[in-house]
């Protein structure tokens, strides 16, 4: 007799065992030998390994159907249940370039040699700098690892944060109370992740700070442990500023510090901490720096092209 538990935080229970528990009891149909224990979002096996492994291959077919589609019908898991061989299913859908299955089927994936260099990186360095232009995905990509990260239980929370700098307008004139003024910062953050994570489960996470977006300045005197922290358009940075973020790294933290240094929108008087940090942290082990280019651009085609003109 074996024993196995399944969390299925990254879900929410009604999505996953239907309605008065619909689902799960139809799914238990196909395993009768096996004791189903549902506490919330655990799962509890009892019963034979082999059933248990078996369980595991199918269950995980109905999460991954799930992530695809952004929900599940009985019919669904029927069709699930009577495959064969669930792990076909699996690798069929499973590619090594994505990174998420976002809402309504959309796959996030690196998309460019150097965005696959930027997950490959990830992947061997717990520090990463990812420098380059307007529309290259340094930020999508790096979300995309953060919720990755958070899914598959590598670390408890996410922290997303963006130095409140002024592009040529002033904050104080912003209507409203501070975060009122500091949210338009920190949209592109928040945009990245409704393409993730579906809406309610977002919420829950923003709400109990498994999920935390936040201005730069909010971070001094914190320790980050068992987190994936990004800090977004770091090129707004102070050297200061940027050494303080660095050194907020805990225990099994991951950092990813994303820029473009030709959009600095600092005072004339002060340079760039990621320009720096670019300088003074090279061929730092456990650190690497990624550069992206044109070539990276995903946006609308004329965006290259823009930028071209500007770069004359």
């Known amino acids: 007799m074996s024993e196995k538990t399944i969390n299925i935080t990254s879900y929410s229970p009604l999505d996953i065992y239907g309605a008065n528990d619909t689902y799960l009891e139809l799914i238990r149909n196909y395993f009768p030998k096996l004791k189903i224990i549902a506490r919330g979002d655990i799962l509890k096996l009892i019963g034979d390994k082999g059933d248990i492994i078996e369980f595991e291959k199918k269950f995980s077919s109905v999460l991954l159907h799930f992530d695809k589609f952004g929900k599940i019908t009985e019919n669904d898991i029927i069709q699930l249940m009577e495959t064969e061989k669930s792990n076909t299913f699996q690798a069929k859908e499973i590619n090594d370039d994505i990174l998420v299955h976002g809402r309504n089927g959309m796959l996030i994936k690196a998309r460019t040699i150097n965005q696959r260099r930027l997950v490959k990186s990830s992947d061997n360095n717990d520090l990463l700098f990812v420098i380059g232009p307007a529309g290259t995905g340094k930020t999508y990509t790096a979300v995309a ?19 409140a700098v002024e592009a040529g307008e002033n904050l104080g004139f912003l209507p409203g109370d501070l975060k009122d003024k500091l949210d338009p910062y920190l949209q592109p953050l928040y945009d990245a992740l409704r393409d993730m994570i579906p809406t309610q489960k977002l919420l829950s996470y923003l709400e109990d700070g498994t999920i935390e977006i936040a201005p730069l300045a909010f971070m001094r005197g914190r320790t980050l442990d068992n987190a994936f922290a990004i800090l977004d358009e770091a090129q707004n940075t102070t050297k200061n500023q940027l050494k303080m973020f660095l050194t907020r790294m805990g225990r099994s933290a991951k950092f990813i510090v994303t820029g473009d240094i030709t959009q600095i929108d600092l005072p004339a008087n002060q340079s760039s901490g990621l320009i720096h940090a670019s300088e003074i ?9 990624i550069y992206l280019d044109e070539q990276d651009i995903i946006r609308h ?4 092209k823009i930028l071209k003109r500007y770069e004359r």
Not at 145 to 163: H, Q, Y
Not at 281 to 289: A, E, I, R, S
Not at 301 to 304: A, E, P, S, T, W
Request: proline residues 3%.
């Open 301 to 304: 085609k004329l965006v290259g």
């Open 145 to 163: 690892l953060a919720v990755r990260a958070l899914k598959n239980k590598e670390v408890k929370r996410i922290i997303l944060t963006r130095p």
């Open 281 to 289: 942290l090279k061929n730092l082990q456990g650190t690497d720096f």
